[in-house]
């Protein structure tokens, strides 16, 4: 298939490696002194070892590269012992409120992580449970995000503008349908046009999926306030 990958120049590599530390994904070795790719399925093609690289020979290319295995990222992290902080799995309690006359507010948050690229569709923690989709941005504009839609749920955010690879958003919200039996599927999004993107995204899902679920549409208007919320 042709997707975005990255490409080395080798006339510029030094083989100072410092972009093996930063692919957590364990796509690049460095071997006869130079900073290569030792398997195409390892790459993401999101491009976080280019900051890495102190001589800019990390470039991104768009050509027929063997597809992302998400999978089979987690099972060599898992047999090399390493596993990035930024993907490790986790699910825990979320703090609540001691009382109402106490103002200050807890993390809702229930699991770990929550970058819809960074989780697996496959955890324990989506199995059963009623499944908040994010916009970024909506976090930030909405005051009571945590009570009002973190609560009791688990969540994902994305950016249908300006995250990459966002083919695989579809297939990951279909298998979490299917294979990890989410009860419920809350897509919140801002009122700008660009974020349309994210709700699109959950419906493909579901024409994809074979199991069929509610979807609720939640629109956050840039004044912080629920402009919409309803059924569809």
Request: glycine share 6%; with cysteine; charged share 20%.
């Amino acid at each position: 298939m042709k997707r975005t990958i990255i490409k080395i120049d080798e006339d510029l590599c030094n083989g100072c490696g410092a972009c093996v530390t930063g692919c957590h994904e364990g796509a690049l070795q460095v071997i006869d002194g130079k900073a290569r790719i030792v398997n195409e399925m390892y790459c993401d093609g999101l491009g976080a070892c280019i900051g890495e690289c102190p001589v800019g020979a990390i470039t991104l290319e768009e050509r027929e590269a063997e597809p992302f295995n998400e999978h089979a990222v987690m099972e060599r992290q898992v047999h090399h012992d390493h596993v990035c902080p930024s993907a490790k799995e986790m699910s825990f309690a979320p703090k609540t409120r001691q009382s109402e006359a106490n103002p200050v507010l807890f993390s809702q948050l229930s699991q770990w992580p929550v970058q819809l690229h960074l989780l697996n569709p496959g955890a324990s923690f989506l199995r059963n449970t009623n499944m908040v989709l994010a916009a970024d941005c909506t976090a930030f504009a909405y005051g009571d995000f945590h009570n009002r839609f973190m609560k009791n749920n688990s969540i994902a955010i994305a950016c249908p503008k300006l995250d990459q690879s966002t083919e695989r958003y579809i297939e990951k919200l279909t298998e979490m349908i299917d294979h990890s039996s989410i009860n419920t599927l809350t897509v919140i999004m801002m009122e700008v046009p660009c974020c349309g993107g994210l709700l699109h995204f959950a419906q493909q899902a579901q024409a994809k999926a074979k199991r069929k679920i509610p979807i609720k549409r939640v629109i956050i208007g840039i004044d912080g306030n629920i402009q919409t919320e309803d059924w569809i």
